[in-house]
């Protein structure tokens, strides 16, 4: 079930480029995560969004915006890529409505994004 | 210093055996605490949550310390399929942090035959 979709899957790019991230989810959630994963370091927060009208800045947003253009979609953009870019990207959503575990968060299956 | 802290590993068990490790947390005004499993190269998808008496979900079994701040987890009879990494997730409950998980870098297992 790809209930949180990604795309693209695997992206390479040069140094100055601007690239932007896509994620989709079909599961009605108001809370939209976008995550990177470096070796050793696990999940970092980019940004997050509590609602369509919300948006959050993570724990490392500098070099990052994003846009939240529906419930159900959440984009990243990178507006010049540089080489420490390079990373795992994940796009995570979770509700706290009727949820035993309100706090669990539900990924996509990232974006490998390598930047020359 | 890391808010969440694990042995990265890998911890190579022999198929049938048992497994546990712990993760550190360093908010002491964390509320919620998870473990998830990560297959290699794959999303995270959450395992079990941990509550204060302590949880099994079948061969898993989930502690929680509060007073020296660390979690664990144990796997009982090991299977090939549990060869994976499994991040410790801690949610603080802090006026700035509602909502908002933090990722522990994870400890690789390895179950070999």
């Known amino acids: 079930d790809a209930d949180v979709t990604q795309t693209p899957r695997n992206r390479i790019t040069k140094t100055g480029k601007r690239i932007m991230l896509e994620c989709s989810q079909t599961?009605?959630?108001?809370?939209m995560y976008w995550y990177r994963q470096d070796p050793g370091l696990g999940l970092r927060l980019i940004y997050y969004?509590?609602?369509?009208?919300?948006?959050n800045k993570g724990e490392i947003s500098d070099g990052y915006s994003v846009s939240r253009q529906a419930q159900a979609k959440f984009s990243l953009s990178l507006e010049s890529a540089i080489p420490n870019q390079t990373a795992l990207y994940f796009c995570?959503?979770?509700?706290?409505?009727?949820?035993?575990?309100?706090?669990?968060?539900?990924f996509g299956p990232g974006t490998r994004l390598t930047v020359l | 210093r890391k808010e969440v802290e694990q042995d990265p590993g890998p911890f190579n068990v022999p198929e049938g055996a048992t497994v546990a490790f712990n993760c550190t947390y360093s908010?002491?005004?964390?509320?919620?605490f998870f473990w998830y499993r990560q297959d290699c190269r794959k999303e995270p998808k959450l395992l079990m949550s941990v509550y204060s008496s302590g949880n099994e979900d079948g061969r898993f079994t989930a502690q929680l310390n509060r007073a020296s701040q660390y979690i664990s987890l144990l796997i009982r009879d090991s299977k090939l399929s549990d060869s994976a990494t499994y991040l410790c997730?801690?949610?603080?409950?802090?006026?700035?942090?509602?909502?908002?998980?933090?990722f522990g870098a994870g400890t690789q297992v390895v179950v070999t035959p």
């Open positions: 969004s509590f609602d369509v009208k919300d948006i």
């Open positions: 908010n002491s005004a964390s509320q919620s």
């Open positions: 599961k009605g959630h108001d809370r």
């Open positions: 997730v801690v949610s603080p409950m802090t006026t700035d942090s509602w909502g908002k998980l933090q």
């Open positions: 995570a959503t979770s509700d706290v409505r009727g949820q035993v575990n309100y706090n669990e968060q539900f």
